[in-house]
């Protein structure tokens, strides 16, 4: 009948008070490390800036001069402005191109081998901080190819490499050396190239030879050369006096050219030379006139 009255109120459990601690305060030496630190890694950025700049767009490593070596025949102008237009462009869109640095010595030979048939060896060489030195080797005239009136200057290798009245070769001393040179007519239709191999160095090599052993026979002088073409191993000479001489370029040189004198001084008298056609040398050991 009587019920334990129950407790209206909870017994409160104690807890442990949470302490908050206030805001930590850094050391006066602490701060001072911080501050070395943060200085330090500015001047890191600093000094590294700097150096991109120096390396990269300061006027220290940019081309101040060009030497150019052994151009006779080439405008040393000319040379200069097509390296210039190599290397003012810029790497990357951003980084110039004429600093020491960056300057491709194998790009600068390539565009001046293109630009300059006559130029037969190039050496671009970087002189650092601020140099860029070039050498050149031109090629020499061995003789004059012809097909029909399109004639160039011929070296000793075949090629031809530089049109014979152009006005730069007129102007850097081709002119003085023309008359002096042999011209040899090719009898092809067909246009010589620039940088054409016309024929080959044995062919061009018999050519000179035979012209130096010819010298040597008496009463007996030059003033034409022809061939069919260069594969065909015959050279087709004529003489002051209208006949000719027609020579296998495979055989000696020289010894074409002793029996060819010979046979002059032997074989025909004065009158029968003056009604000479040709002499054909062509088969080794026989000789064949008319």
Known sequence: MFQKRKNRYKK??????????????????????????????????ILLLFIIWLI???????????????????N???IKNEVNQVIKKRAFFILPKDNILFIN???IEKVLGQENPSFQKIEAEKKFPDILKIEISERRSAIIWCRQENCFFTDKNGVAYAEVFSAELMSFGGKENLEKMLVVQEEKDEKIKISQKVADQNFIGFILEISKN????????IISLRTPESASL?????TIEGWQVIFNTSESAKKQAGNLAKFLSEEINEGERKNLEYIDLRIPGKIYYK
């Open 12 to 45: 409160f459990i104690r807890h442990a008070p949470r302490i908050y601690p206030g805001s930590k305060r850094i050391a006066p030496r602490q701060r001072w490390i911080f501050f070395q630190k943060s200085v330090f890694w500015l001047l890191a950025l």
């Open 56 to 74: 990269f767009f300061s006027p220290f490593f940019r081309i101040k001069e060009m030497s150019i070596i052994g151009n006779k025949l080439t």
């Open 76 to 78: 040393s102008e000319k």
């Open 105 to 107: 010595p194998t790009e």
């Open 214 to 221: 010819l010298k040597q026979i008496e009463n007996l002088e």
């Open 234 to 238: 015959e050279i087709w000479i004529t």
